[in-house]
């Protein structure tokens, strides 16, 4: 199976919101992944899309997505590249891109579709420095070199974003209704989409989880009304051929000698033997316990 097959755009949108339920849980927004946390991510793959990918495959997707996420970054933090977040289209002169190339053909793959769950995937591999620094829209300029150059110490840098757009956000208080406050807002509008998108994302596998347990307690129901009618037929079969019955038909028969009796009482305790025994054929009866006497006697 191809992985565009394999993995799915909703199947990578599951596998990464139960990644980043990890990372926002985590006290430093910073898990380490063993084997048995990869088991449990697979199990929960399996309960939500009925996939079990097994733990190599979902650490080399991982690996791969965070491979994606580097270049992407890599990519929009290039001077004279700009990055329509809203259409997610990335824009530059063609000479950028045939010199991205020759670093890397992997760019390409950018040129068309962007990169999805970008700021999904920032939350995840960079949960420190996520969301809105990279986000320029095609109605803003391209940052200059200095620019470029300041956001990517910062990034690796670990500076704490989310002080400094509180810091601007109190300053816009002070200022016109011009670019800097449309800057905020449209970073609390992308805010507000990732968390829009993870809660239809969260309703869908809700209601995915409630189908599937609906299923299985239909199943069970299913099995327990199977089993309750193999007892009723057992219950009804052992009333139908009971110890009683069959010394009832071995006094009726005369012609018994007194070791194919005895041999008979023996067995009466045996459910099987009595239904196998009254559901003969009564003129076979002494043919077949004269055929146990013989076994007997050799």
């Known amino acids: 199976m191809s992985e565009t097959k394999e993995w799915t755009d909703n199947y990578v949108l599951t596998f990464l919101q139960i990644l980043y339920e990890r990372v926002k849980n985590h006290p430093n927004n910073s898990p380490s992944f063993n084997d048995a946390d990869w088991t ?13 990918y097994g733990v190599e495959k979902l650490k080399s997707k991982y690996h791969r997505l965070r491979g994606s996420y580097r270049q992407f ?5 290039h001077t004279g590249v700009t990055w329509d977040v809203d259409a997610n289209k990335v824009h530059a002169p063609e000479e950028i891109w045939q010199k991205l190339a020759e670093k890397n053909k992997g760019f390409k793959t950018f040129r068309r579709n962007g990169c999805k769950n970008y700021e ?22 391209p940052p200059t070199s200095d620019e470029k150059r300041l956001m990517n110490e910062e990034y690796f840098n670990g500076i704490d974003h989310e002080e400094i757009r509180d810091e601007e956000l109190e300053l816009t208080k002070h200022s016109s209704e011009d670019g800097p406050r449309r800057r905020n807002n449209s970073s609390l509008s992308k805010s507000a989409k990732i968390d829009e998108a993870l809660d239809m994302l969260a309703s869908t596998l809700s209601s ?9 307690e ?25 110890i009683d ?30 239904k196998k025994f009254l559901q003969m054929v009564p003129t076979r009866r002494l043919d077949y316990l004269q055929s146990l006497e013989l076994q007997g006697l050799t």
Request: charged share 30%.
């Open 73 to 77: 970054t890599e990519l929009i933090n």
């Open 208 to 216: 995915r989880e409630q189908l599937t347990k609906a299923k299985l």
């Open 245 to 274: 019955e069959v010394m009832n038909v071995l006094n009726d028969m005369p012609h018994l000698s007194p070791m194919q009796y005895t041999i008979a009482v023996e067995r009466t305790d045996q459910f099987n033997w009595r």
């Open 218 to 242: 239909k199943m069970e129901r299913k099995k327990n009304k199977k089993s309750m009618m193999e007892e009723r037929s057992s219950a009804f079969e052992e009333q139908q051929y009971t």
């Open 40 to 52: 449990k991510i697979d199990n929960e793959m399996k309960v939500l899309v009925g996939i079990s």
């Open 120 to 141: 999904l995937l920032a939350h995840i591999f960079s949960p420190s420095t996520a969301t809105d620094k990279f986000a320029f829209s095609s109605t803003q300029r």
